[in-house]
């Protein structure tokens, strides 16, 4: 399982930006709508911005993964056989960018196998 981690700089600002721009757009249909006389749910919108690595939010969601797999792992009987590996929003780069990282390395190993 992989989370996406810190970006290099250039990526960070293109996806800060973006979020940004999401957020404000949003707001602006949210307010155009008000103007309007609909009617708009209560609930406070969901902030993407929190989704950055390093915010609170993903070290929430580091930590509940860590604690569901560590959970399986000792309740579970199908898990007890397999390797979890996690790699958090700690972890640089990202998830998808990790999983293929950690499957080449392990294919590289002189004891791989495709089948485990």
Same mark, same amino acid.
């Given at each position: 399982?992989? &989370?996406?981690? &810190? ?9 800060? +930006? ?6 404000? %757009?949003?707001?602006?249909? @949210? ?6 006389? %609909? ?14 690595? +390093?915010?609170?939010?993903?070290? @929430? ?13 000792? %309740? ?8 979890? &590996?996690?790699? +958090?929003?700690? &972890?640089? +780069? ?23």
């Amino acid at each position: 399982m992989a &989370v996406d981690g &810190v970006a290099p700089r250039a990526k960070m600002n293109q996806q800060r +930006g973006r979020r940004f721009r999401t957020a404000k %757009e949003a707001k602006e249909a @949210r307010e155009k709508a008000e103007r309007k006389g %609909e009617n708009l749910p209560e609930e406070k919108a969901f902030d993407s911005n929190c989704i950055t690595p +390093g915010t609170p939010f993903m070290a @929430r969601l580091s930590e509940q993964l860590r604690y569901f797999v560590n959970k399986k792992i000792t %309740e579970d009987s199908n898990w007890r056989d397999i390797q979890v &590996v996690l790699s +958090g929003h700690e &972890v640089p +780069g990202e998830g998808e960018h990790k999983v293929m990282e950690y499957i080449r390395l392990a294919r590289a190993q002189p004891d791989y196998n495709p089948n485990s």
